[in-house]
């Protein structure tokens, strides 16, 4: 009896940390980050090439370099409007 004890014991032990040593502890379908952190699996994603719409612009287009913003007396500098 305390043989058959002992083998229920150590199957029961191997077949539960099996799972989890196959996912680096993070369950399955999940594994371990480049920085630690629990992240799904991912798997290839196949994406089929949309149809080509060529469409002819009624006029010509023109680039306008968009403008920060800045109220009168600040100029954009550093990543945000300062004082002249």
Known sequence: MKYLFAA???LGTVASFSAAEAAQGCG???????YGGCQ???RAVVVRPAPVVVVRPAAPVVVVR????C???TVWRHGR????
């Open 40 to 42: 799904p699996i991912r």
């Open 28 to 34: 399955p379908g999940w594994a371990r980050g480049p």
């Open 8 to 10: 229920v014991l150590a």
């Open 81 to 84: 409007c300062r004082a002249y």
């Open 66 to 69: 968009p403008g920060r913003g």
């Open 71 to 73: 109220p009168y007396g």
